[in-house]
């Protein structure tokens, strides 16, 4: 969600703590009947928006950090990759098995394993979108590197001194590759949940901060009147949903 948009919602919790500063300024007079709309509701309701936002920055820069963490436990995949595969193509495997192992490595380079053919515009004029053969995303970044130590794991010549290159190396890279795409997954649930919970708080129907505040404004306008200087005070202060 962009960052104009979180002031969005920071900005209405913000009003509305000054919508109620104005309410209990009028002391004994502001006496709604309707609970919701009562001083000590109200107060309820701006904690709980205030703890909502602060859970959605604390769940963004968990997600923030763990999408860094999976970028640096991802960055050397590539150039290992191409180092198994070299490794693997002067060992005694077989043509079939090198160039299984070639193709795998293509896909985790991000290179297309043939030529595609072009496909001509539509009547409209425009080329439609063609469906990406690269394969970079994560996870299957992590189950072509899978395939390819299991490639290397069936040759008994695959045996190199060099410790990244062993199977068992291979093995716990690849292990650190799922828990790294694992964290963001997780952390990325609980950053919508987050939200979704906030805008519950904020913006639902009758219950929501957005609509109370414009109850309050009501309230206030039938008390005072509408073209009081109480009214006035708290009519320009603008709430809105998203």
């Known amino acids: 969600m962009s960052s104009t948009s979180e002031v969005g919602h920071a900005k209405n919790v913000a009003n509305f703590a000054d919508l109620i500063a104005y309410c209990t300024a009028y002391g004994a007079t502001y006496n709604p009947s309707k609970t919701a709309l009562q001083l000590t509701s109200l107060n309820t309701l701006l904690t709980s928006a205030q703890t909502e936002l602060s859970s959605v920055i604390t769940a963004k820069n968990a997600f923030d950090t763990v999408t ?63 469906v990406s053969v690269s394969r970079q995303s994560y996870d299957m970044l992590t189950e072509n590197f899978s395939a390819l130590i299991d490639l290397v794991s069936s040759v008994p010549s695959y045996a190199p001194n060099e410790t990244e290159l062993t199977v068992a190396s291979l093995t716990t890279f690849h292990g650190n590759l799922q828990t790294a795409n694992t964290n963001v997954i997780n952390a990325e649930v609980a950053y919508s949940n987050a939200r979704i ?46």
Do not use: C, H, M, W
């Open 68 to 130: 860094g963490d999976r970028q640096l436990a991802f960055e050397p995949l590539k150039s290992l990759a191409t180092k198994v595969f070299n490794y693997l193509s002067v060992t005694d495997a077989t043509d079939q098995t090198i160039a299984d192992a070639k193709t795998i490595n293509n896909k985790l380079q991000g290179r297309r394993s043939g030529t595609v053919s072009e496909t001509p515009p539509t009547e409209g004029g425009t080329a439609p979108n063609t």
């Open 197 to 242: 919970s906030r805008d519950t708080v904020l913006y639902s129907d009758d219950t929501g901060l957005v609509d109370i505040a414009s109850d309050v404004k009501k309230y206030v306008k039938a008390i005072f009147g509408a073209t009081s200087p109480q009214y006035k005070q708290v009519s320009g202060i603008k709430f809105k949903k998203p």
